[in-house]
């Protein structure tokens, strides 16, 4: 299900902290890892431009990533099994474009930690959330600690019984199966609705053919959502993309949230 992976790369330890958890679902789900990273040509200082010219400014920021791209994490993803690719220009298009053109079936992008990680994401992770046509996982906000390994294996998966549900579903049910996880599935109800939210969920489980355990919650649907989600201990957690292409409305001010804040890796269908 999960052939090829495409792992962003600024040389951060947040980045490095992620090198045992990426090798455990690659090797989990048989999948080859592909790094990327995208430098900044133009960019320099003062002195920089007096001694030398443009050109041979960006050819030594180009050499000195390159150098770089292909020593990093490499006792981890050796570079015979581990392909790299070296990009310039603005960091989460041409992180969107290698996975498109390239045919990737996961981005898997650490969010980085800092003074304002509770209230926005980094702008490169949030633009490739907007742009990417595949599956996006998010990790927690960390600098240094890899996430938990997989091997409780427990994912929550998000249901808001819309038009999209059916899609959610069917793919974390296939990604579950395919790792050997117990899928919870997690529905926030208006109160007094519960016995409607549950039959209605039951009957699209039986559509997708989930073995999927039902939680229904009440209450604000973001806290709701994420105190489910602790509380299942869950590994990882599922949520949906709006499947439409080149608009703001990609990913909703929910999703947004959800994996801003969330207690785990977050997975983004």
């Known amino acids: 299900m999960i052939e090829k992976i495409l792992f962003p790369v600024d040389f951060s330890p947040a980045c490095s902290a992620m090198a045992a958890y990426l090798k455990g679902a690659a090797d989990m789900f048989g999948s080859r890892v592909t790094m990327v990273h995208v430098c900044d040509l133009a ?3 003062g002195f920089e431009l007096y001694v030398r010219s443009m050109q041979e400014i960006a050819e030594e920021h180009e050499r000195i990533a390159r150098d770089k791209l292909e020593s990093f994490l490499i006792a981890d993803f050796p570079a015979a099994t581990c392909p790299r690719v070296l990009r310039s220009g603005e960091a989460a298009a041409q992180i969107a474009h290698v996975a498109g053109t390239g045919d990737f079936d996961l981005i898997v992008m650490p969010t980085h930690a800092g003074r304002f990680r509770r209230m926005l994401l980094g702008s490169t992770t949030a633009k490739v959330l907007n742009d990417a046509a595949c ?6 906000h960390a600098e240094t600690e890899s996430p938990r390994s997989l091997e409780h294996r427990v994912w929550a998966c998000t249901i808001g019984l819309s038009r999209d549900s059916e899609r959610v579903l069917r793919l974390a049910s296939e990604a579950a199966e395919a790792a050997g996880a117990k899928l919870v599935l997690i529905h926030v109800a208006r109160e007094g609705a519960e016995k409607d939210a549950g039959e209605r969920l039951d009957g699209l489980r039986k559509a997708v053919g989930s073995r999927a355990t039902i939680q229904i919650a009440t ?9 489910a989600a602790r509380r299942s201990a869950a590994d990882a957690l599922i949520i ?7 608009g703001l409305e990609r990913i909703g001010d929910l999703a947004y ?5 969330s207690p785990c890796p977050v997975l983004s269908i």
Request: charged content about 25%; aromatic content about 4%.
């Open 219 to 227: 209450g604000a649907v973001k806290e709701a959502l994420l105190d």
């Open 43 to 45: 960019s320099h200082n």
């Open 135 to 140: 599956a996006v996982l998010t990790t927690e």
């Open 240 to 246: 949906g993309r709006t499947p439409q292409f080149g």
């Open 257 to 261: 949230s959800l994996v801003r804040d």
